[in-house]
């Protein structure tokens, strides 16, 4: 206060000084004065001023205090002050009080104008990185704030500083193993500004072995129990993975997904559940989706899919969604956290199918959500949570579908007793009075039929009891009449998206929907009305129903065939009319937004319309079914005329495929033969050698016998004998000879059917080759 009250000449004379006098005075005594120790009171002093008056501050001592950076290094006391001072004239967070009382001036965004000059200069970032390696604390700490203000006011051009300064990137990471804790955590918080939308900054951080040390700090915090800083750690490895496929197979080849498993391992206490670990742990669940997002490339997705069940994270997700006391949140993003660990995985959904809630008797967890989901009382989000995990655990899942399905026909139901099953459950929402129910049960049904044609004809087996004293009724009968009742647009939209699922090629399920005289009228008639804008939707869908029941029909009803369907729509709405109500479903909003992901998420549930898998059947049906529209009889005959040559000529095609593969059978098992007789052969030749070079060896002791000997009986006997010898041994070559002439034969036999067989799978070859070409002709 002394050095204020010189510099401002006393306070008893004369008016006092305004703030930029006082400040222009502090600036004048930075830049001549030759005591360090007066340079270094002014800066303090510019210190007390800067947040108070930022914009003077700003405006004439920025360049004063950079060149107080570059000459005065040796003090670190002047040089904490003057980082400091910068990092409040560049910050936009300043406290309350200050807020009021500069509310005024705030009009402009004053920190990142200051930023953007700072920053002109690179060499002035490059200079505060150098002062990130000083461990003084007093330089280091404002260093690191006043890097990561710059960061929040100008993103992009101080990561690219960063990235081209050499060991930029380096010089930040080593903050990760600075021993004091405040550095360390806020260089946390300065790599996740470091690190936001920035691909390249972002493998670097990677590899210079953040996740080793993130991990390690999580670890050493207490895991979902320890405190901010475990949240700030959480962040920034969300940072580092989302959207980043390289970092997320450096994490998963590290062996990083082993050491995530500790953080669900949470107690079953109800008193457990502070405020910061609901937040640790919602963040440890997102991570975890961020490996297995259904956006992430096939195999990177199902190689963590894997690694998540062989490490155990999967058993211990699915221990928190059958635990009590788990707070709501927690419980739904747990929900969302098992779909998508087991989307697509055949290995996980066939342990998701076994595990059995902690209930007397044990349930299938399947059972315990499905209860939650068509169950109005219970959150929305939670509803949503369990439908999108049903559909993940039926995605690519033809096992689980049978299953799901199994529960619904008769002889299972027989069989259940009293328990009750996914199917009535199904069956259940979808007859309710809560339309939320009615569509989340109708979707969930449409997944257990998707892309599989014999489950859509085993489901028409089904028959549901109504009502005492009354026969029972189908299932696709019973869809239909409460689809006919007017009902809310959300239980209607529900049913016609199942009934558009189910009858998709299948012209089975098209002929007994057909067969109720009552449809093709309601539909028509549904279609051929106008009605208001709430109403188009339905129209729409129903306009995409009555397109599968012409595409799709085999025209085994005479009063429905494909012909008379095209005719009726001419008559009693006009083609164009009928496009265009098609039309209505791709151009609505609520289409739009469920095409983007798998995942059900609506902001309410007046806003609960369309399913994702549906908008690809959409997609993929509405090209087609107009042109089916569009088409003549002729051409229909045509266009069956060829479909059954093209049946025709599958069937000729078929037949030489099994031609080819049992010659293929015997060619294998000739094959085999050859080997054997070749590996005979080489038995034989082998001792045939054998044998001439025994024959040899007798010839050189019979040789060396003579020279010894020298008499000429004892020579004569013993050439005898020799003789004898060589005759036993001269039968055996001539047998071997023999035997070895009729094994090439063999041989030589083997070798020309052998020929024949390829000459015929040529033949083969080429005939189903021919045949190929005519059936693209014909489809041409």
């Not at 299938?364 to 009382?377: F, K, Y």
Request: negative net charge.
């Amino acid at each position: 206060m002394n050095f204020l009250r010189g510099v401002m000449g006393g306070q008893s004379a004369g008016p006092q000084p305004s703030g930029a006098d006082t400040i222009q005075k502090l600036c004048d005594r930075v830049a001549s004065s030759t005591l360090l120790d007066d340079r270094r009171d002014a800066v303090r002093a510019l210190k007390s001023l800067s947040k108070k008056y930022r914009l003077e501050v700003g405006i004439q001592a920025m360049s004063h205090l950079i060149h107080v950076l570059q000459t005065d290094r040796s003090d670190s006391e002047i040089i904490g002050y003057a980082l400091d001072t910068l990092c409040n004239i560049m910050s936009n967070d300043l406290e309350e009080e200050e807020q009021e009382e500069n509310s005024q001036k705030q009009t402009e965004d004053f920190g990142s104008q200051f930023t953007e000059i700072f920053i002109k200069q690179h060499e002035n970032v490059t200079l505060l990185l150098t002062y990130l390696e000083e461990f003084d604390f007093h330089v280091r700490w404002p260093g690191v704030k006043l890097l990561t203000v710059l960061l929040k006011q100008q993103s992009p051009q101080v990561q690219q500083i960063i990235l081209v300064s050499p060991m930029g990137v380096s010089r930040l990471m080593d903050l990760l193993a600075d021993s004091r804790e405040v550095i360390r955590n806020d260089g946390v918080l300065l790599l996740q500004q470091l690190t936001k939308s920035n691909a390249a900054i972002q493998k670097i951080v990677a590899f210079e072995n953040a996740f080793e040390r993130l991990l390690d700090v999580i670890t050493d915090e207490g895991n979902s129990d320890g405190g901010i800083v475990v949240e700030d750690c959480l962040l920034l490895l969300q940072n580092l993975l989302k959207n980043n496929n390289s970092n997320q197979n450096f994490f998963k080849e590290g062996s990083y997904i082993q050491r995530m498993k500790p953080w669900f391992e949470v107690g079953d206490d109800n008193a457990g559940w502070s405020a910061q670990k609901v937040t640790n742990l919602h963040l440890m669940l997102q991570l975890v989706r961020v490996l297995v997002s259904p956006t992430n490339p096939l195999g990177a997705t199902s190689s963590c899919q894997k690694t998540m069940f062989h490490c155990g994270l999967l058993q211990q997700l699915c221990t928190i969604l059958m635990a009590t006391g788990v707070p709501a949140d927690i419980l739904t993003e747990t929900i969302n956290t098992v779909s998508e660990v087991i989307r697509g995985s055949q290995m996980n959904q066939d342990y998701f199918a076994s595990v059995n809630a902690p209930s007397n008797p044990p349930r299938p967890a399947i059972v315990v959500l499905l209860m939650s989901m068509v169950n109005e009382r219970q959150p929305f989000v939670l509803r949503c949570a369990v439908l999108y995990c049903f559909q993940c655990f039926l995605y690519k899942n033809q096992k689980g579908q049978g299953e799901i399905v199994s529960t619904l026909l008769p002889s299972t139901i027989d069989a259940t007793g009293n328990s009750v099953s996914a199917g009535q459950l199904l069956c259940g929402g979808l007859f309710s009075t809560d339309s939320v129910s009615n569509w989340c049960a109708a979707v969930a049904l449409a997944h257990a039929l998707q892309e599989n044609a014999t489950l859509k004809e085993q489901l028409l087996r089904v028959q549901l009891a109504t009502s005492i004293g009354n026969p029972p009724v189908s299932l696709l009968q019973q869809c239909t009449n409460i689809l006919s009742q007017g009902s809310k647009v959300q239980t209607r939209v529900g049913l016609l998206m199942l009934l558009c699922t189910w009858l998709s090629s299948c012209p089975i399920a098209v002929t007994h929907f057909l067969h109720n005289p009552a449809n093709i009228p309601f539909l028509t008639g549904q279609i051929a009305e106008n009605l208001g804008e709430e109403e188009q939707l339905v129209q729409g869908l129903c306009a995409l129903l009555l397109g599968i029941s012409i595409y799709y029909n085999d025209n085994s009803l005479e009063n429905y065939k494909k012909e008379k369907l095209k005719q009726l729509i001419e008559k009693r709405i006009g083609k164009e009319i009928f496009i265009e109500k098609l039309g209505f479903i791709s151009k609505h909003e609520f289409y739009s937004r469920a095409a983007q992901k798998p995942q059900p998420n609506f902001s309410s549930p007046d806003h609960m319309m369309f399913d994702h898998e549906f908008t690809k059947l959409v997609k993929e049906l509405e090209g087609v079914i107009t042109k089916a529209i569009y088409k003549s009889s002729e051409e229909d005959k045509k266009e069956e005329e060829v479909k059954k040559s093209l049946e025709q000529h599958n069937n000729i095609v078929t037949h030489y495929k099994n031609v080819i593969r049992v010659q293929d059978q015997e060619l294998e098992e000739l094959k085999k033969q050859v080997e054997s007789l070749k590996i005979q052969n080489e038995q034989l030749q082998t001792t045939v050698t054998q044998q001439v070079s025994q024959i040899q060896q007798h010839k050189d002791q019979y040789n060396l016998l003579k020279i010894q000997l020298g008499k000429d009986n004892q020579h004569h006997s013993f050439h005898s004998d020799m003789a004898q010898m060589n005759g036993v041994q001269s039968e055996e070559i001539s047998k071997l000879h023999v035997e070895m002439e009729e094994w090439k034969h063999k041989l030589e036999l083997l070798q020309e059917e052998l020929r024949e067989k390829d000459s015929l799978i040529e033949t083969l070859k080429l005939s189903t080759t021919m045949e190929g070409a005519t059936e693209q002709s014909l489809q041409t």
